[in-house]
């Protein structure tokens, strides 16, 4: 919608406010809200709140400006209006841009503007006119959780009724007799209720989104006990389908808030069961064409997607540390709960890192599949980072070799895998990696050195040494008797 349509849909719905968000570095929605009239009280679209923008304090964000450079603007995107569905007062929701209130340029940090940068960059390479991406963001929705962590102790607790722990209780955790049916672990993809309890909260979750204009292909319960679950959003543009993976979030977390539980995107809250990723689907097309597809290649793929695909291979380990940016990641990165850890390509294997999917012979499917991700990742630095590793490997004309077919590559023989590279084993790790490889994400202007250097001096002092530094619980299983 314009802003002129946008005032008039205002005023024909009553609405009271408009909420404004924008992502920070990392991924997270922020937002102010401002009354109604602040938003119509304009002498021309020129003078209007959507061009002038409204200021914040940019210090206060995470991986944003410094004290003494604070003042920031927010400018709302008319294109991104939605009716917010869990604010009580009538209210539309919009997404934001970030710019310099002196200059009027788009900030180098916000996050919308690297996905921007990342589409254009393809445009101006020659090598294509759309990016599409489709993510598969995977959560728990739990009945309870509780953490603390202090000097002297830490601990956490999730609970799930529909947890296998559970199946001993004498009563559920809402006080009924307790009636057994529970995935046990690992054996959670795809049953039918009773063991599946959460259907309906899925299907309110997929209403909603639909309202919110994302496109839902499927739903389903994920591999995990306890209430993992997956809902999957037809593909979009790059920038689109960031916008869309945050208000996704948004959507699955208030939902699950409603209905009394709570959904975390965390990668790994459970012990020896399955964790959640975020498999994110791209390919590159020119006029309307697939460039990624070739029928007589291997999987249907062009020489164009291999190279794409050696390009993710090539840059692998430094890509985890922006699209598995949290300690916890490296959790789920493991070997046998099918975490693609072996930075390799084949069709259908699931556990490859790159992997191209034979659903179809259409043309119009041919893409690859990176499985590395998890969803803690900010979408706009991550699907971004993810095309600038595989445009790299385009510009290059690499070749990833052959593909490995075996049936599982995690029963590999120690001898196999000795020249197989593999992602970092730690944040820590991924970290290194990028500070070593990094200069295809500055091709374009697309990232910045500012991002490389503050992305890197956030995570190191504020996750990696504080994680590093705290006793762990399991340390005193193991050693308090020592």
């Known amino acids: 919608m314009t802003p002129e349509e946008i005032k008039g849909y ?16 990392f991924g997270q929605w922020q937002h102010i809200t401002r009354p109604i009239h602040e938003l119509n009280n304009w002498t021309s679209v020129a003078n209007s709140s959507w061009s002038n923008g409204w200021g914040f304090d940019g210090s206060s964000i995470r991986g944003f400006q410094k004290i003494e450079e604070s003042d920031m603007l927010l400018v709302p995107d008319p294109s991104t209006v939605i009716i917010d569905p869990f604010i009580q007062s009538p209210t539309v929701s919009v997404i934001a841009n970030v710019e310099d209130p002196i200059t009027r340029q788009r900030y180098s940090r916000d996050p919308r503007f690297v996905a921007e940068k990342a589409e254009q960059y393809v445009k101006d390479s020659g090598f294509g006119d759309t990016v599409y991406i489709g993510p598969e963001l995977e959560f728990f929705i739990f009945d309870e959780v509780r953490f603390g962590t202090d000097q002297h102790s830490s601990f956490y607790s999730v609970d799930s009724d529909e947890g296998i722990w559970n199946s001993g209780a004498e009563s559920t955790l809402t006080g009924g007799l307790n ?26 979750m997929v209403e909603l989104m639909e309202e919110a204009g994302i496109q839902v292909e499927l739903h389903h319960h994920e591999v995990a006990t306890a209430g993992q679950a997956e809902i999957d959003m037809r593909f979009d543009t790059l920038t689109k389908m960031a916008d869309k993976a945050l208000l996704y979030k948004y959507i699955v977390k208030n939902v699950a808030k409603r209905h009394g539980k709570v959904a975390t995107f965390m990668p790994k809250p459970l012990f020896q069961d399955n964790g959640s990723g975020m498999h994110t689907h791209l390919s590159i097309w020119r006029g309307g064409t697939n460039l990624f597809s070739d029928p007589a290649g291997y999987g249907g793929v062009s020489q164009m997607c ?6 993710l291979i090539r840059h692998g380990k430094a890509l985890m540390a922006i699209c598995a940016p949290t300690t ?40 690859v599949e990176f499985r590395p991700p998890d969803p803690t990742a900010n979408p706009y630095l991550a699907f971004s980072a993810i095309l600038m590793a595989g445009m790299d490997g385009i510009r290059n004309g690499w070749d990833p070799g052959p593909p490995l077919d075996k049936t599982n590559l995690f029963d590999l023989s120690p001898e196999e895998l000795t020249n197989i590279p593999t992602v970092e084993k730690s944040l820590e790790g991924s970290l290194q990696a990028l500070e070593k490889d990094h200069e295809w994400l500055l091709e374009g202007g697309v990232f910045t050195p500012d991002i490389i250097e503050t992305w890197l001096a956030y995570k190191y002092e504020n996750e990696v040494d504080p994680v590093r530094m705290r006793p762990h619980p399991y340390e005193f299983h193991l050693y308090f008797d020592a």
């Open 306 to 311: 291999k190279s794409y695909i050696a390009g």
């Open 10 to 25: 205002c005023e024909a719905n009553n609405i009271r406010f408009v909420d404004v968000k924008f992502a920070d570095l």
């Open 179 to 204: 009636q057994g049916y529970r995935p046990r672990y690992k054996e959670g993809y795809f049953p039918v209720s009773p063991h599946d309890t959460q259907t309906d909260i899925r299907n309110e």
């Open 328 to 367: 916890n990641s490296y959790k789920r990165l493991v070997p046998g709960y099918e975490a693609p850890v072996n930075l390799v390509y084949s069709a259908r294997n699931r556990s490859a890192a790159c992997r191209i999917p034979l659903v179809s012979p259409d043309p119009r499917q041919k893409r």
